[in-house]
Nanobody, 117 residues
Framework: QVQLMQSGGGLVQAGGSLRLSCVAS????????MGWYRQAPGMQRELVAT????????NYADSVKGRFTISRDSAKNTVYLQMNSLKPEDTAVYYC??????????WGQGTQVTVSS
């Protein structure tokens, strides 16, 4: 099993920046990719960004391209989401996710990001 512990988030004005962190523990060697998802009130959870464990392959939702950057520090088993030029529509609960080669998927506890206009 994989445990994911998130930190970061909070309240920021539009145009500001925040950074989310996600530390993985447990069966880390089984992880193939990690990512960030978000869920706004009344909306379905949506993908924000993913990164392969090789750190080479990244993928972003169109709505965050050019503003958000996903990265990883393998020595710290940590994935980051740097969020710049935040907009009110970025307000949501953000979840860290890991996927293993066997298909297992794990989620972090979620963290609130609120962007005021």
């Amino acid at each position: 099993q994989v445990q994911l512990m998130q930190s970061g988030g909070g309240l920021v004005q539009a145009g500001g920046s925040l950074r989310l962190s996600c530390v993985a523990s447990g069966s880390i060697a089984s992880i193939n990719a990690m990512g960030w998802y978000r869920q706004a009130p009344g909306m379905q959870r949506e993908l924000v960004a993913t990164i392969t464990m090789g750190g080479v392959g990244t993928n972003y939702a169109d709505s965050v391209k050019g503003r958000f950057t996903i990265s990883r520090d393998s020595a710290k088993n940590t994935v980051y989401l740097q969020m710049n030029s935040l907009k009110p529509e970025d307000t949501a609960v953000y979840y860290c996710n890991s996927r293993s080669l066997g298909g297992s998927s794990y989620w972090g506890q979620g963290t609130q990001v609120t962007v005021s206009s």
